[in-house]
């Protein structure tokens, strides 16, 4: 597709199972960020690729959550033991390269998550 | 960390009004980018300020960042229904080649009334 695919659209789950997110970033896009947004809120960064390589995971709220890219196009993020603070829009970008002429990230619809 | 604040946090104007939409940085902006967000959508891109005192326009929106890179607005001429949204302010956090993961401010709230 022409645009930055997330799925599922919308994650109900019960307290303490795993989850996993999928980000399909635009072709030939090097950089993928993913983002949490919370209801009124701005999206926050959690953590972002270029290719394979992970190069920051400073936002990943704890030892929980963790992503990953391992070809360098589709990512996945995901969550182990949920519980409901975990609540929220994850987000999803990806931008043609890491330098700052090309930082324009351009965002999927997101994945609202629910915990119960 | 870089802190945005957006003012207003919502605005309700008639239609034809124009308006403004302000982004405050506490810290040097290396890059400013106007978002606008519609309910379950994603965010859409609307423009991007690097250089102090650049000013970037599309159709009816304006947007400019000042000479000192801490404060942009977004100017909005003669609204229209279809203006309404969640608009966003987010910047760069570094101004190396690493990656530039967006700092966002809360959003501002824009209804346009018939």
């Known amino acids: 597709g022409a645009g930055v695919s997330q799925s599922p659209r919308y994650k109900v789950t019960k307290r303490g199972q795993d989850v996993a997110l999928r980000c399909d970033p635009i072709s030939g896009h090097v950089s993928l960020y993913w983002y949490r947004q919370a209801l009124g809120q701005g999206p926050e960064f959690l953590t972002y690729f270029n290719y394979e390589a992970q190069q920051d995971k400073s936002g990943l709220p704890n030892d929980r959550f963790s992503a990953e890219r391992p070809e360098g196009s589709i990512s996945t993020l995901t969550i182990q033991r949920t519980e409901q603070r975990d609540s929220a829009m994850y987000r999803c970008?990806?931008?043609?390269?890491?330098?700052?002429?090309?930082?324009?990230?351009?965002f999927g619809a997101g994945t609202r998550l629910s915990v119960l | 960390s870089q802190e945005l604040e957006q003012s207003p946090q919502s605005l309700i104007v008639q239609e034809g009004k124009n308006l403004t939409i302000n982004c405050t940085s506490s810290?040097?902006?290396?890059?400013l980018y106007w978002y606008k967000q519609k309910y379950g959508e994603g965010l859409i891109f609307l423009m991007m300020l690097q250089k102090g005192g650049e000013e970037k326009s599309h159709e009816k929106i304006t947007a400019k960042l000042d000479e000192k890179k801490q404060q942009s607005s977004l100017h909005i001429t003669a609204s229209q229904p279809s203006h309404a949204g969640i608009y966003l302010c987010?910047?760069?956090?570094?101004?190396?080649?690493?990656?530039?993961?967006?700092?966002f401010g809360k959003g501002t709230s824009l209804l346009v009334t018939p």
């Open positions: 810290k040097t902006l290396y890059g």
């Open positions: 987010g910047a760069s956090t570094s101004n190396s080649n690493s990656g530039y993961a967006l700092n």
């Open positions: 970008a990806s931008s043609l390269g890491p330098g700052l002429d090309s930082n324009i990230q351009y």
